[in-house]
Each structure stands twice: as C-alpha cells, then as structure tokens.
C-alpha cells in the first residue's frame, strides 16, 4: 500500500482533528445508494438513536385516507400506492417502501429550521416520508411536486422529549436520488444520481464538499476512523464504490443457488454495518452520538424489503408481492419491538392491527 505524503498526511491529520471539535448533537444514521449496470438498485441505512425506538413493521394499502395531523389547516390526501414501513414510536414512518420502488429515509439533521407555520397547510413532520410514499413512484414526480411546496413541514417534540430535526432523502428503482433539507426556513432540494450517501451534520452541500476532500486524499491511502457524521460520509462513500457491480464468479460457484442481487444486498448491508455504532457503546464528550439499533435495505427492483435489527441474530425480509397491499385491504403489522426475532421471508407474520396514530401537532 503506498504511504501518502507528509503534505498530505498532515492535511488529513488536521481534518481528522477538526472533526474532534465541539459539534451540533447529532444521532448517527447513514443512508447509501446502490446501482449495478444490470438495473439493481439497492438503498440500506442505519438507524442510529440514544434508546429503543419501539419501532414495527406496517404493511399499509392503497386508497387510504390521511391528513396532515395539524387541525383544521392540515392538507389531506388519499394514498395511491401501498407501502411496507418502520415506525419510529409507532408515531411516525422513519422509513419505507412503496410497490413501486419509491424508497424514504429519514435522517437527524440538527441544523434543520422549518420555519414558522403560517399561511400554507402544515404537515407533520411524522408523516413527511409517508405523503411521499403514498403519493409518488418515482423521484422525479415527488421533486416536481415537492419544489412547490405544497405544504410546511412543521415539528414537534418526540416521545423521548427531544425535538424532531431531521432530513429525507428518496430514491427509486431507476436509481434516481433526492435529498431535502429544510435550512434557514427554506426547502433546499439536492437531485440527481450521484447523491448517493447522506448522514447527519453538517447539511448536505458540505457533506458534498468533505467527500470531495476525501475522494482526493484516497480511501486506500487514510480513511477518518470516528463515528461522526462526516467520517462516516467519507467511509460509506469509498466502501460504496468498492463493492462489485457485477457477479463475484467464485462467490456464485461457492453458492450455486445463490443469484447476484442477493451478492449485491448482501454487499450493501456490509456497507451499512461497517459504519454503524456498535450497540451500547458511549462516546465522552458527544452523548448525542448514539448506538446503531436496527438496519434497513431495500431491493427497489424486486421490491424487498429487509430489517436487520441490533438485538437479533438474523436478518428477515419481507417481498412486497406476498404482501395484500390493495385499496380496502387491512393494514396489517409486524412487531419488531419488544425482542421479536424472525428470519427468512417473514411476510406472513404480519397480523391484522388498528393503524397507529401519526404523532399530533397543534399549530395555531
């Protein structure tokens, strides 16, 4: 392995301890995107957060009817597509599919501002990823609808008594790709194919910018080591471009049942847990860097969707096709809080439950 220069190395050095400095809190999710020139395209994120998050699984169907959990002022839609969700709280979807690929993360961004209700109808921000999911089947109908701002995003406390900042980011089984930010009050929209990785803080035009440092030094040369948000940017992002686009032949005769998008997911969630926070661990100085607790990725091309929790020896997956995702069929849930453990296809698990409420908001 070549040994990077003393310019270079210092340079990195001196990042590397910047990164030490007092930073806004953050809890520590990443979010990758990954496409293969076969069509393949697989979104896995981490979900990073101080405690339990009670967090289900919701097969929710077609044609229902919803509302922005506001009051009078709230806008309301009824759902077009169907879509498998986690909860977080079981107040709000932190992440999904819908049957058409359309993924949505959501990611703690404490530098986001919403600015004050007024004047437009206000969403909840419990149901942002889910009006999206509910509404689009691909990123570019959501951005062209999104950009008008239809509605304001407005915030609240949750349960664990901390307030709701955090950013989205979408993509679909085209490979498209889409990060939406709420700065300064306004809606800032990042769209296109090569946006694909996103943690935390700092927003996301200077995660851009950091990348661009890190590509140059080399991740072969010095990768940032921490569980901060912009190390791990920097890892996810050279791990990302390290893994095959294309069948490993000597993996595919060692599993002979074995067909590439399972290499391929299985490379993707590699890449996920290899920027995770070992559970329970404590950072001195940042308490607000938290444990990785569960693990998502999705197949948008085969829609599947898999959960991998902190607490459980197995990954399970659920094929959207096993799932009765029509209008006027049942909503139906998977429970994952608790300790459940299942593995394998886990689709007939779930069980017919009242939908959960989206968490309120009084806005005046």
Not at 36 to 41: L, S
Not at 116 to 130: F, Y
Not at 172 to 200: C, P, R, W
Not at 315 to 342: C, I, N, Q, S
Request: charged residues 20%; contains cysteine; glycine residues 8%.
């Amino acid at each position: 392995m070549p040994f990077p220069t003393f310019p270079r190395l210092l340079a990195a050095t001196v990042a590397s301890l910047a990164l030490l400095l007092p930073a806004p809190p953050a809890d520590a999710c990443t979010r990758v995107l990954y496409t293969a020139p076969d069509g393949t395209v697989i979104m896995g994120r981490s979900m990073d957060w101080a405690e339990d998050m009670r967090s289900n699984l919701w097969a929710l169907p077609r044609g229902m009817k919803r509302d922005g959990a506001t009051g009078a002022n709230a806008p309301r839609w009824t759902s077009r597509y169907g879509s498998v969700v986690a909860t977080g709280y079981d107040v709000g979807t932190a992440d999904g599919m819908n049957e058409k690929g359309l993924v949505a993360n959501l990611l703690y961004l404490a530098e986001s501002d919403y600015g004050t209700p007024g004047g437009k109808p206000a969403l909840s921000i419990s149901l942002w990823a889910q009006y999206v999911l509910d509404s689009f089947a691909t990123v570019d109908e959501a951005v062209t609808a999104l950009a008008k701002e239809p509605f304001q995003v407005v915030t609240a406390t949750l349960p664990n008594g901390r307030k709701a900042q955090l950013h989205l980011s979408i993509s679909d089984a085209g490979g498209d790709s889409a990060i939406l930010e709420y700065i300064g009050g306004k809606l800032v929209i990042h769209h296109g194919k090569q946006f694909v990785v996103m943690t935390n803080s700092p927003t996301y035009d200077q995660q851009l910018a950091l990348e661009a440092y890190w590509k140059d030094i080399g991740g072969l040369v010095f990768l940032p080591g921490t569980n901060r948000a912009a190390d791990r940017f920097a890892r996810a992002s050279f791990l990302l471009g390290a893994i095959p686009r294309s069948a490993d032949k000597n993996y595919i005769a060692a599993v002979p049942d074995q067909r590439f998008e399972f290499q391929a997911l299985a490379s993707v969630l590699g890449v996920v847990r290899s920027v995770g926070v070992p559970l329970g661990i404590t950072t001195p100085g940042e308490p607000n860097i938290s444990s990785t607790i569960w693990r998502t990725v999705a197949d948008q091309k085969r829609l599947v969707y898999a959960f991998d929790s902190a607490t459980s020896p197995s990954v399970f997956w659920v094929p959207m096709e096993d799932l009765d995702l029509k209008e006027g069929a049942p909503v139906k849930k998977l429970t994952v809080a608790g300790g459940k453990v299942y593995a394998g296809n886990a689709a007939s698990k779930f069980v017919a439950a009242p939908m959960f409420t989206f968490l309120p908001i009084v806005v005046k």
